[in-house]
């Protein structure tokens, strides 16, 4: 009851404040919400090939992501940063384009004007656990917050998806229908497909890490659990993949963003934590096997066509209480296991089943093949009815 009463009383000032500055003309600009930052930095870098005009971020607190060389503006959207934080909302409401990332609260009382257009670029280029509508978690929610989940949705004028498969779920997710669904692709997918970009991240990486010049990488990428905001605890052992595997591996370790590390490293030039480093797709390409579970990590990894292993150990458990994609054992392009040893058989018999994996990535990556980011700076510029010359 609390914690809504605070929503509640946050809402409407933000509204009152959208109001306010909404008497205000409208501006050619594309304004960015950032909860993650790389699909708004690829797709900016491509509007900026296709306009001039001013582009802006308002990067939330959590957001780590370097944004340099496409925007005007890089403004922090936080409440605690009062000016700051109006002079966000006063762009939110003169910008012809919204480009979000994540799902943010203060849309539900944001009802942008007729010329302007609202677009959901996600962080995730498919879904293994459920999200919006089809969490089970949602359903325990109060009325109010249901209403507000839908109001959000609701703003997306687009959404875009890099397959047929993320369509139909964000259908479902959002509440949505097909025409606000657009086939672009996703934008920070582009960087797989761009040879000298990759070949310069590789050789930086091999400079800040060395020691991936000797050994194989093995990058153990687990999903987020609520109950690790407070009390992080790391499932896997590390001890028994250092005694079997630190010969011939090294193990890289990225949480994520919202969980914070207080591991003490004590496997020297064997367990890396490379939680800070910005872009997993970066790390990606010095990665020989990724461990994961419930993580979108996979559907751009599967890109490369290396081998996965998926650590289940609390499958019933999360499924029960996030819900997980159907048949979910069957469809990950990798072996499904629970413990630390099937781990290491599977490494030391190299038993990846990698035939899985490019039909995997064929369904989930089916419109992203190296011009996303374009195709989406074409839909911001498509979609305005307003003169951008």
């Given at each position: 009851m609390v ?13 009152i404040a959208?109001n306010?500055?909404?008497v205000?003309?409208?501006q050619?600009?594309t ?17 900026k090939?296709?306009?001039?005009e ?8 959590s957001?780590h992501?370097?944004f340099?060389?496409?925007?005007s503006?890089?403004i922090?959207f936080?409440i605690?940063k009062?000016?700051s ?7 939110l409401?003169?910008?012809t384009t ?7 609260a ?12 609202c677009?959901?670029l996600?962080?995730?280029a498919g ?9 089970p978690?949602?359903n325990d929610?109060g ?8 109001k959000v949705?609701?703003r997306f004028d687009y959404t875009?998806v890099?397959?047929?498969t993320m369509?139909?779920?964000f259908?479902?997710s959002?509440?949505?229908?097909d025409?606000?669904?657009k ?13 000298t ?6 050789k930086?990486l091999?400079?800040?890490?060395p020691?991936i010049?000797?050994?194989k990488?093995?990058?153990y990428?687990?999903t ?7 009390e992080f605890?790391l499932?896997?052992?590390i001890?028994?993949?250092?005694n079997s595997l630190s010969t ?8 994520h963003?919202?969980?914070?590390s207080n591991?003490t490293i004590?496997?020297?030039?064997f367990l890396y934590?490379?939680s800070?480093?910005?872009d997993?797709n970066h790390?990606l390409l010095?990665?020989d096997?990724?461990i994961?579970d419930?993580s979108s990590?996979?559907f ?8 996965m ?5 609390d ?8 819900g997980?994609i159907s ?6 392009p ?13 490494i030391?018999?190299?038993?990846y089943?990698?035939?899985r ?5 064929e369904?989930w ?5 190296g011009h996303?980011?374009l195709?989406v700076?074409?839909l911001i510029i498509d979609?305005?009815?307003?003169d951008?010359a």
């Open positions: 914690r809504e009463l605070i929503i509640f009383i946050y809402l409407l000032l933000f509204k959208f306010f500055f909404k205000f003309p409208l050619i600009k304004v960015c919400v950032a909860s993650f930052g790389d699909n708004i930095d690829y797709t900016t870098a491509a509007l090939t296709l306009s001039d001013e582009i802006i971020v308002l990067q939330e607190p957001c992501y370097p340099n060389t496409n925007t503006q890089v922090p936080t605690g009062p000016f934080f109006l002079k966000s909302i006063y762009h409401a003169t910008a919204i480009l979000v990332d994540n799902y943010f203060f849309l539900s009382v944001t009802k942008f004007r007729e010329d302007s257009t677009i959901q996600w962080h995730a879904a293994i656990k459920k999200f919006g509508l089809q969490q978690s949602t929610r009325s109010i917050s249901r209403k507000r989940f839908v949705y609701n875009i890099g397959s047929e369509a139909a779920i259908q479902k959002f509440g949505l229908p025409s606000r669904i086939r672009t692709g996703i934008p920070r997918s582009d960087f797989f497909f761009k040879s970009e990759t070949d310069n991240v590789l930086k091999l400079h800040r890490y020691i010049k000797q050994k990488v093995i990058l990428a687990p987020f659990r609520l109950q690790e905001l407070n605890q499932a896997i052992d001890e028994q993949l250092y011939d591996y090294v193990l890289f370790l990225k949480l963003p919202a969980v914070t591991l004590l496997y020297k030039n934590d490379v800070d480093y910005y997993i790390l010095c990665t096997l990724l994961t419930y990590i996979p751009e990894f599967s890109l490369l066509e290396r081998p292993i998926f650590y289940a150990y499958k019933e458990a999360y499924e029960g209480e996030n997980l048949n979910y054992q069957n469809r990950m990798g072996q499904v296991v629970s413990t630390t040893e099937e781990i290491i058989e599977i030391k018999s190299n038993n089943e990698t035939d994996i490019r039909a995997f990535s369904e990556n089916l419109y992203s093949k996303s980011s195709n700076a074409r979609s305005r009815s307003v951008t």
